[in-house]
């Protein structure tokens, strides 16, 4: 009786839970343990037009309240995925997928995407316009000038259905000014948010991560507040035919529940998939449905968006 079935543009998932990019999803191995447990589908690691080692371990620490990674962008290069997804989708009873993808350059992204345009891929692409950790390059979102241009650019030859990982925002203007920009364009999705870049977390006297003196992104407890809020504005703000995914934060049914609630169609999982495994997904899925039918919600149709204010 109760659904947590959902649906990006003209893609349906049996199951509005899945990875978020970056955890379990750097190989085929992993991408499989998530296409065949309780996860609505997956998204692979951005990756990029050449493989990547990334940058120096240790690169990710679990700590008390979430997680902290500068991984710097470690991938098998975007071939390797595409490969993956493509093959996949011949499968009869395959999910369908997120393509998570950047490049190190403007140029990098458009020589990308214009393979995957020219693929035979049919699924969903996310365009990763927030990485916090490579150093050198900003995260891309942060830039509204040249996001602005790199999507003028892509949506000159790009046609499938396309979406993009965001950075969190933290001021009512910048949320203003994004939407504004995003609404130019027939994105299918945006997803919020990335982990909060440059955070430092601290044990005894040091730092828990190698790179970049221990400053890296910021995911778990810390984050969900700043992750609602994203979903929420840009759910407020966004034309109604750009959806938003919900990622940051979420370890409980009730944490999947108020990012659908503030607007989600799909809800990601990065922190507590690392931490605990595929089996996060059975887990969480079973909590949400049990909010669900308590409050006599039969699908996420029945509380999406309708968060309520005090007058
Ligand atoms: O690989 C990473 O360091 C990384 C990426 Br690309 C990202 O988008 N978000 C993040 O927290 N880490």
Redo the contacts with the bound molecule.
């Keep these: 009786m109760v659904s947590t079935h959902t649906t990006i543009g003209p893609f349906t998932f049996d199951n509005c839970l899945m990875n978020a ?2 955890v379990y999803c750097m190989t085929r191995e992993e991408l499989k343990a998530i296409e065949d447990s309780a996860a609505g589908s997956f998204v692979t ?2 990756g990029t037009l050449k493989e990547r080692a ?2 120096p371990e240790p ?1 990710y620490a679990d700590t008390a309240l979430g997680s902290i ?7 098998k290069g975007f071939q390797y995925y595409l490969d993956y997804v493509i093959e996949l989708q011949q499968e009869p009873d395959s999910k369908n997928h997120f393509l ?1 993808l ?1 490049g190190m350059s403007p140029e990098e992204t458009h020589t990308i995407l214009k393979a995957v345009q020219a693929s035979d891929y049919q699924g969903l692409i996310e365009l ?1 316009l ?5 150093p050198g390059k900003p995260q891309i979102a942060y830039d509204f000038e040249t996001t602005d241009q790199i999507l003028s650019e892509v949506f000159s030859y790009f046609t499938k259905p396309l979406g993009i ?1 965001l950075p969190p925002y933290f001021d009512i203007v910048h949320f203003d000014q994004a939407a504004a920009i995003f609404n130019k364009y027939p994105l299918t999705f945006v997803n919020c948010i ?2 909060i ?1 440059n955070g430092l977390v601290i044990e005894d006297e040091a730092v828990v991560i190698k790179p970049k003196n221990g400053f ?2 910021l ?1 778990g407890d810390y984050v969900k507040p700043t992750a609602l809020a994203n979903v929420h504005a840009f759910y407020k703000r966004l034309n109604p035919s750009i959806q938003i995914i919900g990622t940051g934060g979420v370890k409980t049914g009730r944490d999947a529940f108020e990012h659908i609630l503030c607007g989600a169609s799909m809800v990601q999982i ?1 922190t507590a998939l690392h931490q605990e495994g595929p089996e996060v997904f059975e887990r969480i899925t079973k909590e949400l449905k049990d909010i669900m039918a308590a409050k006599g919600y039969d699908s996420l149709e029945d509380f999406r968006g309708k968060l309520t204010y005090i007058d």
Excluded at 130 to 134: A, M, T, Y
């Design positions: 990019a970056g690691k951005t990334g940058n690169r990674n500068s991984m710097g962008l470690p991938n998570s950047v990763n927030s990485c916090p950790n490579v990982k990335n982990s870049g890296g992104g995911g990065g």
